[in-house]
């Protein structure tokens, strides 16, 4: 942005990515996609959530600063984005420790038939 | 905002600017597509990216509330998001999952046109990204015509049922969702002969991208018929196959099992199991013995995956029809839906994670109707050649948003399609 010394202050501060980059994103983001969908078909018990929110964080912040730009941005803009992900923590957590302490399902269980589903759809 | 002599506007900050001079600035160094009330175009910019970041704050805080609900839920009924995840098609997901990602890659190369002033580029990757966007809803209206069909709805209105899986009549689902999009794609359709017999240039130059965004929701649907139906054909041998030998299965092993498992449990839930009791005994619709002996023993081989999940299908069939379904008896745990048949389809509570469903990829798909109809407007001023290298805001902002529908959709897929 400042780098542009000899122009006009406040002018030419565009920062265009390299294609490449762009590229190269696009082609991990794929892979990851296919990472995702090919460790579904392996049981890793209880780490089956991590594995797959670990995946997707890892796409997120792939895709959130290089085709968001945050990487370069500034600072206040990757604050306010971070932070709104802090307190989204906060808010699920506060709220699964609530429901955990309180109340296991409030689900009204009507006597309907109990149906099982079909091994493959 | 900016004014639209966008031919000039590149190079406007060597020129008077136009129109402000009433407003008393000294309008040398005013370039057109600067507001008055911005000294340079980097403050603009930087203005405008701030408050884009803030809403996109509340974007992110918006989508919690519904991963608030998944997670809770979730967390009290894990075996039903489990069961209920199978019905989602696991392929459609991943392709409209590639599809958005291309769609972002085609906006943050938009975003490098824009700022390097390619224009003709600029509304080439517009339109791309706004074909994947169409073919995207293509595929989704698929998924939920599909849904609709089967009776797979949200929590009061669920009535799947497994015996009946695909019941005949219903309205034409499919039809209803795509009526808007046929007429508007009619409507393009019209625009583009007309501004082509008229001989209105800058219309028809917007119409004809317009015109292939609209064609590319029809690619949507056809690409998600085919997988649908892949996945679908499959489903209807195994149907018919599973009813066909439910019989001999339950002969041997389902009957005496689920029969006692049902009377063991009749206590517990006696109103379901007094009814399941009274259902015809397995085996009295068809008889079918001899193939399912020849699969048994193919099954036997350990290798042989695929068939032993074939015959836990046909046991778990045999078992509801032979009033065996409350509880489970199979010992194989790969059977992912039968270990948990208690409470996995109750209607009151498969129903709940259908709500969830609908709710995000319902909210997700109107964020991407939105995306739509922003990057229309962008497609006609790029077109129009607003957009240069200090005033490429818009573009950016639009980049913005439709990457973070793109991330709520990389956090949707996995924690939706992929339970396992």
Redesign the interface.
């Known amino acids: 942005m400042s780098a542009h010394e000899n122009a006009q202050e406040g002018y030419d501060f565009a920062h265009p990515l390299p294609l490449p980059l762009l590229a190269g994103t696009f082609l991990v983001l794929t892979l990851l996609t296919v990472l995702t969908v090919a460790q579904a078909s392996f049981n890793f018990g209880s780490l089956d959530v991590l594995i797959v929110m670990v995946i997707a964080t890892i796409k997120a912040v792939l895709v959130g600063a290089i085709f968001m730009h945050l990487a370069w941005d500034k600072p206040f803009n990757i604050i306010c984005f971070i932070g709104s992900f802090v307190f989204v923590g906060l808010f699920i957590m506060a709220t699964l420790f609530d429901s955990r302490q309180t109340a296991k399902d409030s689900i009204p269980v009507t006597d309907d038939a109990v149906v099982s589903a079909p091994a493959e759809l | 905002m900016a004014t639209t002599d966008a031919g000039l506007a590149s190079d406007a ?1 060597e020129q008077p600017g136009h129109g402000h001079s009433d407003h008393g600035h000294g309008d040398h ?1 005013h370039p057109s597509y600067l507001a008055h009330h911005f ?5 603009q ?2 203005s405008g ?2 408050g884009m ?2 809403f ?2 509340t974007e ?2 918006f989508f ?1 509330g519904m ?2 609900a998944y ?2 839920f979730r ?3 894990p075996e039903v998001f489990e ?2 995840s ?2 989602l ?2 392929k459609l997901g ?1 392709i409209n ?2 599809v958005l ?2 769609s ?2 085609t ?3 938009g ?2 046109c824009a ?2 002033e390619q224009h003709k580029l600029l509304t080439v990757m517009l339109a791309t990204t706004l074909s994947c966007a169409t073919v995207f809803l293509g595929v989704k209206a698929i998924e939920y015509s599909h849904k609709w069909h089967l009776g797979l709805l949200p ?1 009061g209105l669920f009535s ?4 009946n ?1 695909h019941p005949v009549g219903g309205p034409n689902y499919l039809a209803y969702i795509c009526a808007p999009f046929v007429l508007i794609t009619i409507g393009v359709a019209i625009w583009l002969v007309v501004s082509f017999l008229r001989g209105a240039k800058f219309q028809l130059e917007c119409a004809k991208p317009l015109m292939v965004v609209c064609l590319c929701f029809f690619v949507g649907v056809g690409l998600g018929t085919i997988l649908e139906s892949g ?1 679908d054909a ?2 209807h041998e ?2 018919h196959a ?1 009813v066909a030998s439910a019989d001999g299965v339950a002969a041997e092993h389902g009957e005496e099992h689920s029969h006692g498992e049902a009377e063991e449990h009749a206590e517990h839930e006696a ?2 199991a007094a ?1 399941v009791v009274t259902l015809p005994a397995a085996g009295a619709m068809t008889d079918d013995s001899a193939d399912l002996a020849v699969l048994e023993r193919l099954a036997s081989d350990s290798t042989n995956t695929g068939l032993q ?2 015959l ?2 046909r046991k ?2 045999s078992e ?1 029809s032979g009033g065996g ?2 509880y489970d008896v199979s010992d194989d745990a790969s ?1 992912t ?2 270990s948990a ?9 498969a129903g ?1 994670f259908f709500s969830i469903y609908y709710c995000m990829t319902g909210i997700h798909a109107i964020h991407i109707l939105a995306g739509i109809g922003v990057m229309v407007w962008l497609l006609v001023r790029s077109i129009r050649m607003d957009f240069n ?2 005033y ?1 805001g818009p573009v ?1 902002y639009v ?2 948003y439709w ?2 529908v ?2 709520i959709w ?2 949707l ?3 939706m399609y ?3």
């Not at chain 2, 000294?39 to 403050?43: A, G, K, L, M, V």
């Not at chain 2, 799947?160 to 015996?163: A, L, M, N």
């Not at chain 2, 048949?341 to 509570?349: A, D, G, T």
Request: aromatic letters at 12%; hydrophobic letters at 45%; glycine letters at 4%.
């Open positions: 900050h160094d000294d340079t175009p980097e403050q910019f930087d990216k701030l970041w803030l996109l704050v992110v805080l919690s991963f608030c997670a809770i967390s009290w009924r069961g209920c199978q019905f098609n696991t991943a999952t590639g990602l291309f972002s890659f906006m943050a190369w975003v490098r700022q390097k929590a799947y049922d497994p015996s899986p996945g499959g489903h195994d149907d599973v109103p379901t009814a999940d074939e836990a299908a778990a069939q509801r379904i409350l059977a839906v039968a048949p208690e409470n996995v389809l109750r209607p009151s509570r709940v290298r200090n490429f950016d980049g913005l990457h973070i793109d991330m990389i956090y897929f996995p924690l992929l339970i396992r």
